[in-house]
């Protein structure tokens, strides 16, 4: 008997020693120990302190927390609950261990409710899947016993149950404290109530049969059932007293819950757009089709000159690995004003269902190739057939090794799905292609606002809806800028020595192209014919007769390379008619360039990022703005002249009748057929740039007055500066003023202040 006693002991201890040594079952590293293995999501911050979002791996939303930010009732509820020796114990509490025992013997069923905090956070650390067979469960207690012990003598009280919390997963994609104090409660941790607390820690013996968002009556009750008990524990602890204990049961359970989605949320293809750029690769010429051969070039640009571009791939951690957005913790302060942000988003989405969209439902009812303009059976085809080919959908069946008759066939039948409405998504069942064609018939936008001093970009709204509509249009989609290209034109002749005064014989303008074809625009005025206007009053009504007599006195190569000192980087075809927009642009790129006619001539680069840090506070990257010289002084009051009359009496008047004060520029741009419509627009703090238009160039308004810049755009951009300017918290005001030149308030003289306004033509200083 004694002999099998003992042998018994030596066995028990043996086993025990085999474990630690990692020789029966799983025992992590004792670095690994010392430093566990975890994964947090980074967070990004908007310039006023609010959190925009996370980059987390899919459904595994973990947001470091300090122990400093936690409560000190949440640690109370904890230790209560789960485990009231914690404090006395080295990470096995035997008291416990011999309670569970008993009942177990005496009752002869499975008793429960031995592990300590160590133990569970061994589980969470280390097990990472249930024990298949009856071999593995009777280890799986002894493993996560010496792994207590071994995060006992490793780590204080306060740093385990830190580790735990920080671990556990309360379900919704809210993994960590900080996760699921947002996603239930719409708050940080430091800032939970006693009731709430105990909700969260209730959680913990089972998140989900005590889950407080759940569509299940019965476990919502139980969900509240269990905070309760948690609180009573708590009073039993002696952390509350009877009357505290009795007032919060009454509290009924109140939540603000948020479920995590990278979808939903402020910004987010502003999010979106930062988590490309950030994680994006050095360009391989090799990945680059020859019709890419541009792209190449500015993608290469964008990695040397771009700080932001590639950053987890250009910066190192200390242990010599590349950063990983999901799961290294950073912390991302960006330049984004949530307040604008908000008002961005809503001036967009109110004018967008209220007028633009009902406007063209109106005009396409009935009409057999809606939403496009006029165009054949075959053309409509073969712009589905492109629209279907950019689907996931489609590349997922072409991964799956489908062939094109198997994926055509399979876009026309009928399935259940979701589409989008301003009034809310739609269940419906129709065919892939339908809900393609469907989707199209909705107008998009995008808008961006930049602070014109810093570059610090306030707000970013890609597009009506990221749901449905992810295609980026404020940094990603290129399209015609139409008028709002001929300040950049007015600019090189107001260098070369024009003025607004200066005049010129209004009649139709002819240019000889270098091939020596004619060049001749419309949109000749007749009433106008052979009278003498002004330079000023050709932008002021953006009149292209002006416009092209100045690109008849000018290069376009000249023009060209200014407009890349003003920071346009795609494709630039140096040819005349690019003086009425046929460049394709992005939002952000005008919104930039337009800085510069706030700014005296200096363009600011956008600035999308502050500083990054680390998961303990670090600061590993400050950004800061970066400036370019575009034009003079003297071009920046003569051109500040001309773009101010454009909104105060031009073809952006419709921002005074918005009720839209103080001092302002813009410029209003339509495309051919009304294809785009654009309306750029600058206070002497703000530079904005908005446009509006179909996602294929086919879809259009057909007349000018509904389709037109100063319809479509122009109003999205007046409600935004309505609502800053009465924001006063943004520090945007109408009474702001823009920076006067010293010695050269007049913008019709030619060196100063002093000096006559010229009254030569402009065909006379030319020659």
Same mark, same amino acid.
């Given at each position: 008997?004694?002999?099998?006693?003992?042998?018994?002991?030596?066995?028990?201890?043996?086993?025990?020693?085999?474990?630690?040594?990692?020789?029966?079952?799983?025992?992590?590293?004792?670095?690994?120990?010392?430093?566990?293995?975890?994964?947090? =999501?980074?967070?990004?911050?908007?310039?006023?302190?609010?959190?925009?979002?996370?980059?987390?791996?899919?459904?595994?939303?973990?947001?470091?927390?300090?122990?400093?930010?936690?409560? #000190?009732?949440?640690?109370?509820?904890?230790?209560?609950? @789960?485990?009231?020796?914690?404090?006395?114990?080295?990470?096995?509490?035997?008291?416990?261990?011999?309670?569970?025992?008993?009942?177990?013997?005496?009752?002869?069923?499975?008793?429960?409710?031995?592990?300590?905090?160590?133990?569970?956070?061994?589980?969470?650390?280390?097990?990472? @899947?249930?024990?298949?067979?009856?071999?593995?469960?009777?280890?799986?207690?002894?493993?996560?016993?010496?792994?207590?012990?071994?995060?006992?003598?490793?780590?204080?009280?306060?740093?385990?149950?830190?580790?735990?919390?920080?671990?556990?997963?309360?379900?919704?994609?809210?993994?960590?404290?900080?996760?699921?104090?947002?996603?239930?409660?719409?708050?940080?941790?430091?800032?939970?109530?006693?009731?709430?607390?105990?909700?969260?820690?209730?959680?913990?013996?089972?998140?989900?049969?005590?889950?407080?968002?759940?569509?299940?009556?019965?476990?919502?009750?139980?969900?509240?059932?269990?905070?309760?008990?948690?609180?009573?524990?708590?009073?039993?602890?002696?952390?509350?007293?009877?009357?505290?204990?009795?007032?919060?049961?009454?509290?009924?359970?109140?939540?603000?819950?948020?479920?995590?989605?990278?979808?939903?949320?402020? =910004?987010?293809?502003?999010?979106?757009?930062?988590?490309?750029?950030? !994680?994006?690769?050095?360009?391989?010429?090799?990945?680059?089709?020859?019709?890419?051969?541009?792209?190449?070039?500015?993608?290469?640009?964008?990695? @040397?000159?771009?700080?932001?571009?590639?950053?987890?791939?250009?910066?190192?951690?200390?242990?010599?690995?590349?950063?990983?957005?999901?799961?290294?913790?950073?912390?991302?302060?960006?330049?984004?004003?949530?307040?604008?942000?908000?008002?961005?988003?809503?001036?967009?989405?109110?004018?967008?269902?209220?007028?633009?969209?009902?406007?063209?439902?109106?005009?396409?009812?009935?009409?057999?190739?809606?939403?496009?303009?006029?165009?054949?059976?075959?053309?409509?085809?073969?712009?589905?057939?492109?629209?279907?080919?950019?689907?996931?959908?489609?590349?997922?069946?072409?991964?799956?090794?489908?062939?094109?008759?198997?994926?055509?066939?399979?876009?026309?039948?009928?399935?259940?799905?979701?589409?989008?409405?301003?009034?809310?998504?739609?269940?419906?069942?129709?065919?892939?292609?339908?809900?393609?064609?469907?989707?199209?018939?909705?107008?998009?936008?995008?808008?961006?606002?930049?602070?014109?001093?810093?570059?610090?970009?306030?707000?970013?709204?890609?597009?009506?809806?990221?749901?449905?509509?992810?295609?980026?249009?404020?940094?990603?989609?290129?399209? !015609?800028?139409?008028?709002?290209?001929?300040?950049?034109?007015?600019?090189?002749?107001?260098?070369?020595?024009?003025?607004?005064?200066?005049?010129?014989?209004?009649? #139709? #303008?002819?240019?000889?192209?270098?091939?020596?074809?004619?060049?001749?625009?419309?949109?000749?005025?007749?009433?106008?014919?052979?009278?003498?206007?002004?330079?000023?009053?050709?932008?002021?009504?953006?009149?292209?007769?002006?416009?092209?007599?100045?690109?008849?006195?000018?290069?376009?190569?000249?023009?060209?390379?200014?407009?890349?000192?003003?920071?346009?980087?795609?494709?630039?075809?140096?040819?005349?008619?690019?003086?009425?927009?046929?460049?394709?642009?992005?939002?952000?790129?005008?919104?930039?360039?337009?800085?510069?006619?706030?700014?005296?001539?200096?363009?600011?680069?956008?600035?999308?990022?502050?500083?990054?840090?680390?998961?303990?506070?670090?600061?590993?990257?400050?950004?800061?703005?970066?400036?370019?010289?575009?034009?003079?002084?003297?071009?920046?009051?003569?051109?500040?002249?001309?773009?101010?009359?454009?909104?105060?009496?031009?073809?952006?008047?419709?921002?005074?009748?918005?009720?839209?004060?103080?001092?302002?520029?813009?410029?209003?741009?339509?495309?051919?057929?009304?294809?785009?419509?654009?309306?750029?627009?600058?206070?002497?703090?703000?530079?904005?740039?908005?446009?509006?238009?179909?996602?294929?160039?086919?879809?259009?308004?057909?007349?000018?007055?509904?389709?037109?810049?100063?319809?479509?755009?122009?109003?999205?951009?007046?409600?935004?500066?309505?609502?800053?300017?009465?924001?006063?918290?943004?520090?945007?005001?109408?009474?702001?003023?823009?920076?006067?030149?010293?010695?050269?308030?007049?913008?019709?003289?030619?060196?100063?202040?002093?000096?006559?306004?010229?009254?030569?033509?402009?065909?006379?200083?030319?020659?």
């Amino acid at each position: 008997m004694w002999m099998t006693f003992l042998g018994g002991i030596v066995a028990l201890i043996l086993i025990f020693v085999l474990i630690a040594n990692g020789i029966i079952g799983y025992m992590p590293d004792l670095k690994d120990m010392e430093n566990p293995i975890d994964k947090y =999501a980074s967070q990004v911050y908007s310039a006023d302190g609010e959190l925009l979002g996370t980059f987390s791996q899919a459904k595994n939303n973990r947001i470091y927390s300090d122990y400093s930010d936690l409560p #000190q009732h949440i640690v109370d509820a904890l230790v209560s609950t @789960e485990d009231v020796r914690y404090y006395s114990h080295s990470g096995v509490d035997g008291y416990a261990l011999g309670r569970v025992l008993g009942k177990t013997i005496l009752t002869g069923k499975s008793s429960g409710g031995g592990s300590t905090i160590s133990q569970q956070l061994a589980k969470l650390l280390y097990t990472k @899947e249930r024990a298949s067979n009856i071999i593995e469960r009777g280890l799986q207690k002894p493993i996560e016993w010496v792994i207590a012990v071994r995060l006992e003598r490793s780590y204080t009280k306060e740093e385990i149950i830190n580790f735990y919390f920080n671990q556990f997963d309360f379900l919704n994609n809210a993994v960590g404290i900080k996760s699921a104090a947002q996603v239930y409660f719409g708050k940080e941790p430091k800032d939970l109530t006693i009731e709430e607390a105990a909700t969260l820690v209730g959680m913990c013996q089972n998140p989900a049969m005590h889950n407080p968002a759940s569509k299940n009556p019965k476990r919502v009750e139980a969900a509240l059932t269990r905070r309760n008990v948690v609180m009573f524990q708590m009073f039993n602890n002696g952390k509350l007293t009877r009357q505290e204990y009795d007032s919060l049961k009454q509290i009924p359970m109140k939540l603000n819950f948020r479920r995590v989605d990278h979808k939903d949320g402020l =910004a987010p293809y502003f999010r979106e757009y930062l988590r490309t750029t950030m !994680q994006a690769s050095k360009p391989d010429k090799s990945r680059y089709g020859d019709w890419q051969a541009e792209q190449y070039v500015r993608d290469s640009a964008r990695w @040397e000159g771009d700080p932001l571009y590639g950053w987890c791939n250009k910066n190192v951690k200390p242990d010599g690995t590349k950063y990983n957005l999901t799961t290294d913790g950073l912390k991302i302060y960006t330049t984004i004003d949530s307040r604008m942000q908000r008002y961005a988003e809503e001036s967009l989405v109110e004018h967008m269902s209220k007028t633009v969209q009902p406007q063209f439902d109106k005009e396409k009812k009935g009409r057999d190739y809606a939403p496009f303009a006029y165009r054949a059976r075959k053309d409509v085809d073969k712009i589905l057939a492109r629209a279907m080919k950019q689907t996931d959908r489609y590349r997922n069946m072409k991964k799956a090794g489908h062939s094109e008759k198997e994926i055509e066939k399979a876009f026309k039948e009928p399935v259940e799905m979701k589409v989008f409405s301003y009034a809310g998504q739609i269940d419906t069942t129709m065919t892939p292609m339908d809900s393609i064609r469907y989707h199209m018939k909705f107008m998009r936008s995008g808008f961006m606002a930049m602070d014109t001093y810093t570059g610090h970009v306030k707000s970013y709204v890609g597009g009506i809806d990221f749901s449905y509509f992810q295609y980026d249009m404020v940094n990603r989609g290129r399209r !015609q800028v139409g008028s709002t290209i001929k300040p950049f034109l007015y600019s090189l002749s107001m260098e070369e020595g024009a003025t607004p005064c200066d005049e010129m014989l209004y009649q #139709q #303008q002819t240019i000889i192209t270098e091939t020596g074809e004619p060049w001749t625009p419309r949109g000749i005025k007749e009433a106008k014919v052979g009278e003498m206007v002004s330079i000023k009053w050709g932008l002021q009504n953006s009149d292209n007769m002006v416009t092209v007599y100045l690109m008849g006195r000018t290069s376009p190569y000249s023009f060209a390379r200014l407009l890349r000192s003003f920071g346009i980087t795609g494709h630039i075809d140096p040819v005349p008619s690019m003086a009425l927009g046929a460049t394709d642009v992005t939002v952000a790129e005008m919104a930039a360039a337009y800085t510069a006619f706030a700014n005296k001539g200096i363009r600011s680069k956008p600035l999308y990022v502050t500083r990054v840090e680390n998961s303990h506070g670090n600061v590993i990257t400050d950004f800061t703005p970066e400036t370019h010289e575009v034009f003079s002084e003297k071009t920046y009051v003569k051109m500040l002249d001309m773009l101010r009359a454009v909104v105060d009496g031009g073809t952006g008047y419709r921002m005074r009748r918005l009720g839209v004060e103080g001092p302002m520029g813009g410029k209003t741009g339509t495309t051919n057929y009304n294809a785009d419509g654009w309306f750029m627009a600058f206070s002497p703090r703000l530079s904005t740039a908005c446009w509006v238009g179909g996602e294929d160039i086919n879809i259009h308004f057909d007349r000018m007055a509904e389709g037109q810049g100063a319809a479509m755009a122009l109003p999205i951009t007046g409600n935004f500066f309505k609502k800053v300017y009465a924001d006063k918290q943004t520090g945007y005001s109408p009474e702001d003023e823009f920076e006067k030149v010293e010695g050269f308030n007049n913008p019709c003289a030619e060196k100063n202040a002093e000096e006559p306004t010229s009254t030569v033509t402009i065909d006379n200083m030319f020659n």
